[in-house]
Structures are given as C-alpha cells and as structure tokens.
C-alpha cells in the first residue's frame, strides 16, 4: 500500500504564498487520482482539488479556482500544492491522499484511502 509523506506548511501573511510537497512511497501512476484537502477547526474537510498522474488537467473547488495550483513531478512521486494569494479562511491541515483503487470520483474524502499526515497552514491578516 503506498504511503504519503506531506511537508511543506507553515505561517505566512494574508496575501502570501507557500507550497506544500506529498511525497508517494509508490508511483503515481498506480493511482487514479490524488487528492487535496484542508480543514479547518471546527469544520469538516473539505475537498481542494484532485490531480490524475495519468494525464488530465487538475480539477479545483470554487474557493480555490485561480489562487492554488496542483502539479506533480512522475519521476520523484510528489505531488506539490502551490497556494497563493493565501487568505484567512485559507488556514487549516491540509492533507493529501490517493484515491482507492475500486472507488469512483475524485472529490469526496470517502473515496480516498491513504492519506498524509497533513501540514499546518496559518495565516496572519
């Protein structure tokens, strides 16, 4: 089973950027789509974006459409998360994940089962 190993994260002021890695002990081609999530306390998780190591443009949630970036580099099996233009409501654990293999759909967090141990995003205003 692949094992993710997230870094990144940190403190950053409302406007700024970072870039968060999650690191496949596997390829990235064995999974279908990889996962991108945050939470915030006292919320639920909520689903970021999904990127697919088999091709195919990376998919993002509404609140994040313009300002985040999801790459991948096959060679090395991480995937990195460039958030930008950060804002308060932006700071949370931010979790990557691969997707199990007989499930369908690449937003919702039941359809993942491998998850990183997530890194800390906080923001300043």
């Known amino acids: 089973q692949v094992q993710l190993v997230e870094s990144g994260g940190g403190s950053v002021q409302a406007g700024g950027s970072l870039r968060l890695s999650c690191t496949a002990s596997g390829s990235l081609y064995a999974l279908f789509c990889m996962g991108w999530f945050r939470q915030a306390p006292g919320r639920e998780r909520e689903w970021v974006a999904s990127i697919f190591p088999g091709g195919g443009s990376p998919d993002y949630a509404d609140p994040v459409k313009g300002r985040f970036a999801a790459s991948q580099d096959i060679a090395k099996n991480q995937m990195y998360r460039h958030l930008n233009a950060l804002k308060p409501d932006d700071a949370g654990m931010y979790y990557c994940?691969?997707?199990?293999?007989?499930?369908?759909?690449?937003?919702?967090?039941?359809?993942?089962?491998?998850w990183g141990q997530g890194t800390q995003v906080t923001i300043s205003s």
């Open positions: 994940a691969a997707r199990v293999p007989w499930a369908t759909g690449c937003r919702a967090a039941a359809n993942f089962g491998v």
